[in-house]
T-cell receptor, first 113, second 111 residues
Framework: EAQVTQNPRYLITVTGKKLTVTCSQN?????MSWYRQDPGLGLRQIYY???????DKGDVPEGYKVSRKEKRNFPLILESPSPNQTSLYFC????????????FGPGTRLTVT | KQEVTQIPAALSVPEGENLVLNCSFT??????LQWFRQDPGKGLTSLLL?????REQTSGRLNASLDKSSGRSTLYIAASQPGDSATYLC??????????FGKGNQVVVIP
């Protein structure tokens, strides 16, 4: 089954404790992206990647890191999480051609205390 | 910067009525527009994708139109059902494969 998977689905952590949220897709998509969703602010893009070893900042990259060492994986790293990073995070992927739709993962609900 | 607006933010309709959801975007240089459905606390389900060269797309009771020059899209849901209650999001693909979302139309269909 074609899908985007994220792990963990739920995470409660403390301020400053490094964490990684994994994202994996099995559709051979070149493009992958991370979003956060907050009440009243909607979905905002954090980082995106056009292909392996190619990443770029989205609208809200501060406090996040990403890497793209393999085509199927695009982990999101929070080196020193803070409470304002409490949010619902989504990973998405697609082919890079403009004709293609984006596929979203199920989301990761992160709480930083 | 591309900005996407969805009006109304929330609406309630009686079962059986047609739903009309509006999406506007500030920069008409888009590649495509995608409508999603999101249930509370859940992920995004893709409903329809309209390419910039297209005027509309249809899937079952759903029909989406696109007027790129005026920066508008409309999602029509015919004969609404309680199961259509959800938040509907539109997103435009532009620039270097960027995606900009509206904040959504929160829909409640009353039985």
């Amino acid at each position: 089954e074609a899908q985007v998977t994220q792990n963990p689905r739920y995470l409660i952590t403390v301020t400053g404790k490094k964490l990684t949220v994994t994202c994996s897709q099995n559709m051979n998509h070149e493009y992958m992206s991370w979003y956060r969703q907050d009440p009243g602010l909607g979905l905002r893009q954090i980082y995106y990647s056009m292909n392996v070893e190619v990443t770029d900042k989205g609208d809200v990259p501060e406090g996040y890191k990403v890497s793209r060492k393999e085509k199927r994986n695009f982990p999101l790293i929070l080196e020193s999480p803070s409470p304002n990073q409490t949010s619902l995070y989504f990973c998405a992927s697609s082919f890079t051609g403009m004709l293609y739709e984006q596929y979203f993962g199920p989301g990761t609900r992160l709480t930083v205390t | 910067k591309q900005e996407v607006t969805q009006i109304p933010a929330a609406l309630s309709v009686p079962e059986g009525e047609n739903l009309v959801l509006n999406c506007s975007f500030t920069d008409s240089a888009i590649y495509n527009l995608q409508w999603f459905r999101q249930d509370p606390g859940k992920g995004l389900t893709s409903l329809l994708l309209i390419q910039s060269s297209q005027r509309e797309q249809t899937s079952g009771r759903l029909n989406a139109s696109l007027d790129k020059s005026s920066g508008r899209s409309t999602l029509y849901i015919a004969a609404s059902q309680p199961g259509d209650s959800a938040t509907y999001l539109c997103a435009v693909r532009y620039g270097n494969n960027r995606l900009a979302f509206g904040k959504g139309n929160q829909v409640v269909v009353i039985p």
